[in-house]
């Protein structure tokens, strides 16, 4: 495909507002596609080079990116910056400038995706001395050859960030809109929707069953991309052999799996009124981490999918040295160790592992221990469809000796008491409370059920729960605030229901300095002019945000408000959060944001309020 005819595509999608109408255009792009460039042209679509669990990203900072568009449209590099800071997008920037070219293209051959993707999978491997020319002149390159619209994205890409709104959710519907027809022919689908028509009127027929069937296709890809995390791959896939290729997606050690979740409840009672007999484990308040072996191979990913194998050479070695398994894929909360106190460190200092610096001393300093709690795949077979007790008894059988991995502090049973008790004793000890699992469900990837139900110390008179909000604009500040530009945020609950941000919360609260310069530094990079597609809010803030950090707030309690969009009904009223103060950033994607069925739920809840008091 020409890089001309990608970025018509994207353009369309830009000016377009509705989520129906931008899955639509999606769904054309990606049908015109070739067999092996539509992998490309999904990361592309998302800012990436490769599947998300790469990493994989273009690495050129605004400052080599404006000097390149300067070099290619022969303006002096001020005049770019200046450019910029007037309208706040670098894709504008090079779109202007290569309109009133002061020089001659020096490249008169089209761009083609294969040729401008290739350009940055180069710019993103080049490294070492004298890199920064090198990258300076293949970004260059592809500005000089490019035509008004193509270098509006060109430039925009390496910032990891298109603009255009186009999440995994939009890209698994338009693959759904372009395979159902296929998915259709197999009869056992057909009927399956038909069943759940029968009685619906004659006249909506046509279009519901539509409908359902493209929503059923979307929730086969979702399944298969909560095992294997690569988009471009699952496109490919489809793309080459239709739905059968689509079923032929396993699980494989190296490819993350969507982290199952956890519901919340308020007390043991309610926990065993749900799940009778069960298991209840201790829960560690560290970070979590799946870790896949093959053979010798270790590869460690964090909850959001990142590669953090680097990060870790202690866990590395411990599951060389422990696990007794060729291949595996496992689960399990990993906490720094002191071997001093013999006791486990608070989450502030397990943090401090997160690092890309000093790695080795700080392994030294605060050596990690993992708590094992969940298998998924063992030498060659898939165990997420087996009940928790059965994987619960593989992973106690493959660790080995030593003292780095070990399992879950757990007991079964159905008596609240004996809950009561093991959640005081977790306490006691210094962690954050249980979480409860249902001894027959299945691996539930990617999704929050009850088959995980977690319950944490609360607080008198305080919701039993954080809640983690989006930041989709901020308000200036006034006073003391003046000189961080940043008074007060905006905050929106994630809706899966249309793949959207819905106002929640104007946060003022909870904010220190030091917060306040970290939100300053990183709001300004991500401001834009308008509200970006998937935003619903209609409190205007002084700057809009493309969603892209998470904050964990508390807040007293959830109330019901006319001005908030979160889970607005008929009347026009939605959910808002009272007295809410911002305690930390979480490392979260904005799509893993508490959603609005969640708030929904907490504030049902809420209304029959047993405040659970830990002194119980
Ligand atoms: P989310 O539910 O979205 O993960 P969160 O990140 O705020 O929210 P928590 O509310 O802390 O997570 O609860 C779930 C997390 O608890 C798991 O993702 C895991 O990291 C951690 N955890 C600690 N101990 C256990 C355990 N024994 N079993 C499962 N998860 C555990």
């Known amino acids: 495909m020409l890089f001309s005819e990608l970025v018509a595509y994207f353009d369309r999608i830009e000016s377009v507002s509705s989520r129906l109408d931008m899955t639509a255009i999606l769904a054309e792009m990606l049908s015109k596609a070739g067999g092996k460039e539509i992998r490309d042209i999904v990361y592309f679509s998302q800012g990436m080079l490769g599947p998300k669990h790469t990493g994989l990203e273009a690495g050129i900072g605004e400052g080599l990116l404006e000097q390149g568009i300067a070099k290619a449209t022969g303006y002096t590099k001020e005049e770019v910056v200046r450019l910029y800071k007037q309208v706040g997008d670098l894709g504008y920037v090079a779109e202007k400038l290569a309109s009133g070219r002061k020089q001659t293209s020096l490249f008169s051959g089209r761009l083609t995706v294969e040729k401008v993707f290739g350009n940055f999978v180069k710019i993103a491997e080049t490294g070492g001395k004298g890199s920064q020319d090198s990258k300076l002149g293949m970004f260059a390159e592809l500005i000089n050859s490019a035509g008004k619209l193509e270098a509006r994205y060109i430039a925009r890409f390496p910032l990891g960030n298109l603009r255009l709104g186009i999440g995994d959710p939009t890209i698994m519907d338009a693959l759904a809109l372009n395979y159902v027809e296929e998915f259709l022919k197999d009869k056992k689908n057909m009927a399956g929707i038909e069943a759940a028509l029968r009685e619906k009127n004659e006249e909506k027929r046509k279009e519901e069953f539509s409908r359902r069937a493209r929503q059923r296709l979307r929730e086969t890809i979702e399944a298969k991309y909560n095992i294997f995390s690569d988009l471009g791959e699952i496109a490919e896939r489809l793309k080459a052999k239709g739905i059968k290729g689509l079923e032929e997606i ?160 757990s007991i079964e049973t159905s008596d609240p008491k004996k809950i009561d008790a093991f959640f005081m004793e977790s306490i006691e000890n210094g962690l954050e409370g249980i979480i409860a699992k249902d001894l027959d469900a299945p691996y539930i990837a990617g999704a929050r059920k009850f088959a995980w139900i977690k319950l944490k110390r609360s607080y008198r008179g305080e919701l039993s729960d954080s809640i983690d909000v989006t930041i989709i604009g901020y308000f200036k500040g006034r006073g003391k605030r003046t000189q961080f530009g940043i008074g007060g945020l905006l905050t929106a609950a994630y809706d899966e229901e249309d793949d959207s941000f819905k106002s929640i919360a104007k946060i003022g609260t909870g904010m220190n300095e030091e917060m306040l310069s970290e939100l300053e530094e990183k709001l300004s990079k991500i401001a834009v002019k308008q509200k970006p597609g998937r935003v619903d809010s209609e409190i205007e803030p002084h700057v809009w945000v493309k969603p892209s950090y998470v904050i964990e707030v508390r807040a007293d309690e959830i109330t019901r408000s006319p001005l908030h969009t979160a889970g607005r009904d008929k009347e026009g009223t939605g959910y808002a959060l009272r007295f809410p103060r911002m305690l930390k950033f979480r490392e979260k994607k904005p799509e893993e944001s508490t959603t609005v069925k969640e708030i929904i739920a907490m504030f049902r809840k809420q209304a029959s309020v047993q405040v659970y008091q830990a002194e119980k």
Do not use: W
């Open 250 to 409: 396993r699980i494989v050690p190296g490819t993350p799996i969507r982290p199952t979740l956890a519901e919340r409840l308020s007390s043991s009672e309610e926990i065993v009124e749900k799940l009778g007999n069960c298991a209840v484990e201790q829960k560690y308040d560290g970070f979590r981490l799946q870790v896949h072996k093959d053979r010798n191979n270790v590869t460690i990913f964090s909850r959001q999918s990142e590669n953090m194998t680097g990060m870790f050479p202690d866990l590395v070695e411990a599951v060389r040295r422990q696990m007794k398994a060729e291949r595996v894929i496992f689960e399990g909360e990993a906490l720094a160790y002191s071997e001093q106190t013999q006791q486990y460190f608070p989450f502030q200092v397990t943090i401090q592992r997160k690092r890309k610096y000093d790695i080795a001393e700080k392994a030294e300093e605060f050596p990690l221990r993992m708590f094992a709690f969940d298998v998924m795949y063992l030498n060659g077979k898939d165990l997420m469809g087996k009940p928790f007790r059965d994987r619960r008894e593989a992973l106690e059988k493959i660790i080995g000796e030593g003292e780095a991995i070990a399992l879950t502090k």
